[in-house]
């Protein structure tokens, strides 16, 4: 598992961690932010498999796809004004998005 330039990350749950990438004002680190949320999400996804619960699956869903709005922002903003990158703008998505 990658580490997150964020510590206090580890223990806090996907809904902490998804709050923070959508409150995320600096661009600097709203990547990291998104990176971490979307981590949380899917391992409680894969955790949840196992005994699937539908209101949570659909908030996972919904969280995921606000992750995704929230990146494709950042990136039309760094494609209009150049807003810096992090040092490693190619890992803002562990998986694939669709």
Same mark, same amino acid.
């Given at each position: 598992?990658?580490? #997150?330039?964020?510590?206090? #990350? ?5 809904? !902490? ?6 409150? !995320? ?49 950042? !990136? ?14 190619? #890992? ?7």
């Amino acid at each position: 598992m990658a580490t #997150s330039a964020y510590p206090q #990350s580890q223990s806090m749950d996907w809904k !902490e961690l998804y709050q923070l990438a959508i409150l !995320e004002l600096d661009p600097i680190k709203l990547p990291e932010r998104i990176v971490d949320a979307r981590r949380a999400i899917v391992e409680r996804l894969e955790v949840t498999v196992a005994k699937p619960q539908a209101y949570e699956h659909q908030e996972l869903n919904d969280a995921l796809n606000g992750l995704r709005v929230i990146h494709r922002e950042y !990136e039309r903003r760094l494609q209009r004004y150049g807003e810096q990158r992090n040092s490693n703008p190619g #890992s803002l998505f562990l998986i694939e998005p669709d």
